[in-house]
């Protein structure tokens, strides 16, 4: 009599899996919305539908996880139990507890996150950290780049100290010419005479009867000569300026701004521009 094969049995986390996939997708959410409304992270939800019992959290945090699930998908009480793990089935499994421990601590898993082994990684990190930390303030205060104690601030007669460029400014003034015009210094020394004034520029007119010798000069050490000149030459100049004409002209060939200018004494045809004035009237001038 030939006995019939047995079925295997159907892991109980798969079974659970499925449930909660089908109910899920029946009412048309995906693993993240589920995640945000159940509070339970999406690797949780992922490794409950695909059946990964190793990338699972500990038995404590599934207890509370299951019910939530059971309520908010609306399954039957105890649907997802399957999904907790079975101790015996385990063992037949030749799984120890040890290993079972070592599988479950994997960095990119969300074990670290709810395991001791976790909170012992975190924990060694934060004290090498700090340890670090320590090691680097204890080079810089060996190095005097670090200031242990707080720097205090000036004294007060410090503070108050005179500005060091206050003797230099005293002695040149004209360092500081946006502060002097703010100060009608300017104005003031115009209105005292105190600024140079230069004559106003003005127009030498020569009525030349005969080949004459010009020469003109100024103070600055400008010359002009013009030799066998004739006719009328006009010139607009800025003065002052000495003229001197050979042979000299009739009275009224030299004019200034159009007034006859005469020679100086002593002969010779010298010419002073601009004329002294016997009466001390004071020349046309620009500042």
Known sequence: MQSQP????????????????????????????????????TPVLEALERGWRERLPEQAYLRTMLPLLEQHLNLPVGALKGALPDRPEMAQHGVS??????????????????????????????????YGVNLQQQRLAAENLLALRPIPPLPASEQRAPDPNAELLQAYPDLRPLQQAAQGVARQRL??????????????????????????GSDAGVKTELNGASGELVLQ?????????DPVPSQGAVLWDGKPLAPEPGGGGRYRLP???ASGAPVPVRP
């Not at 079925?7 to 945000?36: F, H, T």
């Open 237 to 245: 100049l800025r003065p002052p300026l000495r003229l001197t004409l």
């Open 6 to 41: 047995v079925e295997p049995r159907e892991d109980p986390l798969l079974n659970a899996g499925r449930q909660l996939r089908q109910q899920r997708e029946a009412r048309g959410l995906n693993l993240r919305q589920l995640a945000i409304e159940t509070r339970v992270s």
């Open 97 to 130: 507890g040890r290993q079972a421990l070592l599988s479950r601590f994997t960095p990119g898993s969300i074990d670290v996150f709810t395991t001791w082994q976790g909170t012992v990684l975190y924990g060694v990190l934060t004290l090498a950290l700090i």
């Open 275 to 277: 004329p002294a004035t």
């Open 191 to 216: 209105l005292e005479g105190g600024i140079e004034r230069r004559p106003a520029a003005g127009v030498l007119q020569l009525r030349l009867g005969q080949p004459t010798r010009i020469s003109l």
